[in-house]
Structure formats: C-alpha cells, structure tokens
C-alpha cells in the first residue's frame, strides 16, 4: 500500500496538497522560485511520509530523494529520465553550482550529466538507480541554493536572483512530473483531500 492511502500519514498528503494547490494559484506570477519552494514543500511531505511508513526517520533529505525516485516503477522511471524536462535541466548549460562547495563547485551537476550520457549509451555500469540518486543530489543542491540568502555585505545579491528565477523555470517542470509519477498520475484524474472527478483540476 502507497504510503498516502494510509489514513495515519493523511496529514502529510493534505500538506503536499495545499502546497502544490498553492503552486498552481500563483503560477503566473512573476517569482518562480516561490512557485519551486512550494514544490520542495510537496517532495518533502511526499518522502516524510515515504520515510514514516517505512520506519526510515532518521533517513537523510539526499537518501529521502534518492529513495522515493528509486521506489518509481520501472515504466515510470524510463518516463522520467526520457522527459524532455529533465533533460533540459541536465543540460543547463552553465552547470548549477553548489554554493556550499568550495573547490569543485560543478561536480554534482557535471557527475549527473556523464551519467546520462553513460546511460544514453549504453556503457557497462551504467544504471538507472545510479542516475536517479545523482538527480536526487541535484535537485537537492538547487533547494539548497535557494535557501542561501541573496544579500552580501554590499547589498543584493542581483546576479544570484536572476541564475535562481533561471533554474527554478527549469526545475518547476521536473517537480510536477516527479510528483505527478509518484502519485499515480493526478494530471489524469483530479486528487483532492479525497475526491476524484474527470476533467478537474490535477490538484
């Protein structure tokens, strides 16, 4: 049983609701990145509850994402990798920089890319798995890049706030399609505190 047909955890999956619910009401506004927090928001919720009714509370936000997108079956997980979305935020070009590394700041970006191209080709040792943990590494190193303020001791960061509206555009697609894959495909039937309709709102 899916962890959000559990009436236990029904708390998590009301909040990853009112937070993609929120994301959609502001969806044409101008701050993009507010839209892509509200969307961490929802993966949050989504692999808290994940985490609770497997007994993994002590797992790590990293391993959490690593975990719900391993735990995709098969056909989702080729319906994720080969989206167009996701590969144009892999090929964002330049690479998302993680601004709590000092030396090699590109690496996780860069390691994500030669696994797709590994993948694409082919190689031996290439592994799906293996790819999904180092988007899971991406996708966190963009959150937390967020969360780094835009303010410096000589004022805005101005330069920052553009690079972050840039790759939250990018990021917001991806977050939909992950939630949309974990959760049975809502863009196919509405999923709200319970109800379902045809034509509804995915959220």
């Not at 989702?76 to 330049?94: G, M, Q, T, Y």
């Not at 696994?115 to 899971?136: C, E, I, N, Y």
Request: net charge positive; aromatic share 8%; proline share 4%.
């Amino acid at each position: 049983m899916q962890w959000w047909h559990d009436v236990a955890l029904r708390e998590h999956l009301d909040d990853l609701l009112a937070h993609c619910n929120h994301a959609m009401d502001i969806k044409n506004r101008p701050l993009v990145t507010n839209i892509c927090s509200l969307y961490y928001h929802a993966l949050n919720k989504f692999w808290t509850g994940h985490n609770q009714q497997n007994g993994e509370l002590k797992r790590g936000d990293i391993s959490s994402f690593a975990a719900i997108l391993q735990a995709m079956p098969e056909e989702s997980k080729v319906i994720f990798l080969a989206a167009e979305a996701v590969r144009s935020l892999v090929a964002l070009d330049p690479a998302v920089i993680n601004l709590s590394e000092k030396h090699d700041a590109t690496k996780v970006h860069r390691k994500l890319k030669n696994s797709f191209r590994d993948l694409d080709a082919h190689s031996p040792g290439a592994s799906v798995d293996g790819t999904l943990k180092k988007f899971a590494e991406l996708l966190y190193v963009i959150r937390c890049n967020f969360m780094h303020g835009e303010k410096t001791p000589y004022g805005p960061n101005l330069h920052k706030s553009q690079r972050d509206g840039e790759v939250s555009k990018l990021t917001v697609p991806v977050q939909m399609i992950i939630l949309d894959l974990l959760l049975d495909r809502p863009g196919e039937k509405l999923v709200a505190y319970g109800t379902k309709a045809r034509g509804s709102r995915a959220w």
